[in-house]
């Protein structure tokens, strides 16, 4: 059952007194197909948040279609596909369920489109690609499609298919046709756009780079913050010790995005006797990991909050003295990277193309899966402060030099221009 997102009231009111200034008849009519359960405090999510706000901003109607779970947000046009009788919630991930979810997303879809007659498709992930294509067919309008990753390598990820498996060259000759079918794709990263070329046979002039951002207002760093009481009284309440510096980590809870190797690499630094704090922040494994730190010994090290709202992802990640993403994933997006990099937080990954892509020259990298590495990076930048705090501050300047999301709007505005939005 949808409900009420309040936890985005405040953020989302910023953008309301600017959509009132804008032109009173909107230029574009974009329909955005989102196959998740929109809104929720992770990834794409936020992806399709941002830039419907920044459609918004710049005078534009936008109106989303989604599974019948997720949260609503004040402000937003989001139309939610018909329930279902049998299962009430949706997994984050592959899932065999979303075959029928994505049959109902298409009615609602297509019922939507016949009602407000978009000017163009903006289709979110592979079902949403294919949904939106047989959509801009009927209507004949261009399809935009917002690549967040490859699809047969995701359910590589999830461990929901395995190479040897019958139906991974099926599914992959799919993931490869419903690539041809936008007029426009647009890609989270440059490495993403190697990827369609290099497996799949994209023309490189279909593939338009639009990169992951950030709102550089929303998420700021402590010495922009006069909230070092509010600080201190969060950090009492998560019950973290005073004398202990913090490692953060947000997003999703699992293997593919280096939870347990995150785990092993922490029993490194408590057993060099660090003075150091794990705060994972995240869902939806949060018990499993939680157990399993406990097990190894971490249970006095480490603070798991479950989900945390999109909104005060800000307040949190202000506690940490240095940040972590262990993703293995290297077709996928990272946009925890950016949240991090806008707080002002030297930062710690496995060195993927998609984290050097984000992070550059300052990011401090450990090798793919190796958790002693991981370890010693995450060392280094906890017993040399002037380091840690020289990257965070050139990293907080980076992220507002090229990965705002009030720059990107206007990008996403140039793509829809390419395609003939009209």
């Not at 999510?45 to 901003?57: C, G, I, K, S």
């Not at 046979?201 to 950030?214: F, K, N, T």
């Not at 794990?278 to 730190?293: D, K, N, S, T, V």
Request: charged residues 20%.
């Amino acid at each position: 059952m949808a409900r009420r997102a309040d936890t985005l009231v405040t953020s989302h009111a910023e953008s309301q007194v600017t959509h009132k200034s804008a032109k009173s008849a909107p230029r574009l009519r974009v329909l955005k197909i989102a196959p998740t359960s929109f809104f929720s405090d992770y990834g794409c999510h936020v992806r399709v948040y941002e830039e419907t706000t920044a459609l918004l901003d710049a005078g534009h109607q936008v109106t989303i279609c989604t599974y019948h779970t997720g949260n609503d947000v004040p402000g937003l046009d989001i139309r939610r596909a018909l329930n279902t009788p049998w299962h009430k919630t949706v997994r984050v991930g592959s899932s065999r369920r979303k075959i029928y979810y994505d049959v109902l997303l298409f009615a609602k879809a297509l019922q939507t489109a016949a009602q407000i007659r978009p000017n163009i498709v903006h289709a979110h992930l592979h079902e949403g690609a294919l949904i939106g294509h047989w959509i801009s067919k009927l209507l004949r309008v261009p399809l935009v499609f917002d690549f967040q990753g490859s699809l047969t390598r995701e359910m590589l990820d999830h461990n929901f298919l395995r190479r040897e498996s019958i139906f991974f060259r099926p599914l992959q000759r799919l993931e490869q046709w419903t690539n041809g079918l936008p007029g426009l794709i647009l890609t989270s990263s440059h490495n993403a756009a190697d990827v369609l070329c290099n497996e799949f046979d994209c023309p490189r002039g279909r593939i338009y780079a639009l990169s992951d951002c950030v709102n550089t207002a929303r998420f700021r760093p402590v010495w922009e913050s006069e909230n070092a009481e509010s600080r201190l009284r969060l950090r009492e309440q998560l019950g973290i010790p005073p004398n202990r510096k913090i490692v953060v980590y947000l997003g999703l809870l699992a293997e593919y995005q280096g939870i347990g190797m995150l785990l092993e690499a922490a029993t490194v630094l408590v057993a060099a006797k660090a003075p150091v704090h794990f705060l994972i922040m995240g869902f939806p494994g949060e018990e499993h990991y939680r157990a399993q730190a406990r097990g190894m010994g971490l249970a006095e090290h480490t603070t798991f909050t479950g989900r945390i709202p999109y909104s005060d992802a800000p307040s949190y990640l202000q506690l940490g003295d240095v940040a972590v993403s262990p993703k293995v994933s290297e077709t996928e997006g990272n946009g925890k990277l950016l949240n991090y990099m806008a707080v002002g937080l030297p930062t710690v990954a496995f060195d993927t193309p998609v984290a050097r892509e984000i992070l550059g020259d300052l990011g401090v990298y450990a090798r793919l899966e190796d958790c002693q590495a991981l370890a010693e990076a995450m060392g280094s930048l906890l017993s040399d402060p002037g380091l840690a705090a020289d990257r965070g501050r050139r990293l907080r300047a980076r992220a507002v030099e090229q990965f705002s999301w009030s720059r990107a709007g206007q990008r996403l505005l140039h793509a829809y221009d390419l395609v003939g939005a009209r």
